[in-house]
């Protein structure tokens, strides 16, 4: 394949799908690969990541479907289907908290108080946009209802969500989405994810029970283009349930704790 050529989508859950040449070299090193998984080891740690990093090798022209979690406003959905999705980062989240100033949804002593006190410098969140390479229903309510619930996400709800003021205008602002983009496994770079991911894929369709985990979350730290957004989906759209399952959770979206009324807030803040 031409590596100068558009990603060609790998749907990881049909490996009789996969391109030749990517299943002749998983069924090259399958003895390696499930000697790896079940040990005891007869092949060399070496021979080992050989295979490893020749299988990374492969996957580099081909993309993922995965899902993002999030909450957002009508101009962030607009913006990110016209322009792209940046990866988030403390200047990025004062423009969108002045974005909110300026379409009258927060006030400036609201606005600094969240800018004042947040956690988009943490190591693992700041410049990292997390992907789930499954839906995300697969990470259960526990898993996903906080990024789904607080506008700003774990920046925001980590450092505010039990403030009985800013927490529940937080949860107020925006709708519940799950962005759904094709991930071009080069965008995530030496991660060994998808690879791992990958062979585990291949020795379940092949009877074996892998050693490590099907499923698999990851991160790129650039922006994903608009064309590599397939999909924005908002609850309460039939698509956003599916995705989720979010009617079965034990707080769905637009509960009372999700959707407060607006005038409290409004005089909460006033007072």
């Given at each position: 394949m031409d590596r100068n050529s558009s990603p060609v989508e790998l749907t990881l859950?049909?490996?009789?799908?996969?391109?030749?040449?990517?299943?002749?070299?998983?069924?090259?090193?399958?003895?390696?690969?499930?000697?790896?998984?079940?040990g005891p080891q007869r092949f060399s740690a070496a021979s080992y990541d050989r295979a490893i990093?020749?299988?990374?090798?492969?996957?580099?022209?081909?993309?993922?479907?995965?899902?993002?979690?999030?909450?957002?406003?009508?101009?962030?959905?607009?913006?990110?289907?016209?322009?792209?999705?940046?990866?988030?980062?403390?200047?990025?989240l004062r423009r969108r908290i002045d974005a909110l100033v300026r379409a009258g949804i927060i006030s400036d002593e609201v606005a600094a108080q969240l800018k004042g006190r947040n956690q988009a410098e943490e190591t693992y969140r700041r410049d990292r946009i997390w992907w789930c390479f499954y839906p995300p229903k697969g990470s259960g309510e526990g898993g996903i209802r906080s990024l789904l619930e607080t506008w700003g996400g774990e920046a925001l709800y980590n450092s505010h969500d039990d403030d009985v003021v800013v927490g529940p205008?937080?949860?107020?602002?925006?709708?519940?989405?799950?962005?759904?983009?094709?991930?071009?496994?080069?965008?995530?770079?030496?991660?060994?994810?998808?690879?791992?991911?990958?062979?585990a894929h291949y020795l379940v369709a092949m009877g074996h029970t892998p050693r490590d985990r099907l499923e698999f979350e990851d991160r790129i730290v650039e922006a994903l283009p608009a064309k590599n957004i397939r999909r924005i989906v908002q609850y309460p759209d039939s698509a956003f349930v599916a995705l989720?399952?979010?009617?079965?959770?034990?707080?769905?979206p637009g509960s009372e704790r999700d959707q407060p009324?607006?005038?409290?807030?409004?005089?909460d803040i006033c007072s």
């Amino acid at each position: 394949m031409d590596r100068n050529s558009s990603p060609v989508e790998l749907t990881l859950q049909t490996p009789q799908t996969w391109p030749v040449p990517l299943l002749a070299f998983l069924d090259e090193h399958c003895d390696l690969f499930l000697d790896w998984s079940r040990g005891p080891q007869r092949f060399s740690a070496a021979s080992y990541d050989r295979a490893i990093y020749g299988l990374r090798d492969l996957l580099q022209p081909y993309l993922l479907v995965a899902w993002h979690c999030t909450r957002l406003t009508d101009d962030e959905v607009s913006a990110i289907v016209s322009h792209c999705m940046q990866p988030p980062n403390p200047d990025g989240l004062r423009r969108r908290i002045d974005a909110l100033v300026r379409a009258g949804i927060i006030s400036d002593e609201v606005a600094a108080q969240l800018k004042g006190r947040n956690q988009a410098e943490e190591t693992y969140r700041r410049d990292r946009i997390w992907w789930c390479f499954y839906p995300p229903k697969g990470s259960g309510e526990g898993g996903i209802r906080s990024l789904l619930e607080t506008w700003g996400g774990e920046a925001l709800y980590n450092s505010h969500d039990d403030d009985v003021v800013v927490g529940p205008l937080l949860r107020s602002i925006g709708r519940p989405s799950v962005i759904e983009a094709d991930i071009p496994i080069a965008m995530l770079g030496e991660s060994a994810s998808p690879v791992f991911s990958v062979v585990a894929h291949y020795l379940v369709a092949m009877g074996h029970t892998p050693r490590d985990r099907l499923e698999f979350e990851d991160r790129i730290v650039e922006a994903l283009p608009a064309k590599n957004i397939r999909r924005i989906v908002q609850y309460p759209d039939s698509a956003f349930v599916a995705l989720t399952d979010c009617d079965g959770w034990s707080r769905p979206p637009g509960s009372e704790r999700d959707q407060p009324h607006i005038s409290d807030i409004a005089g909460d803040i006033c007072s």
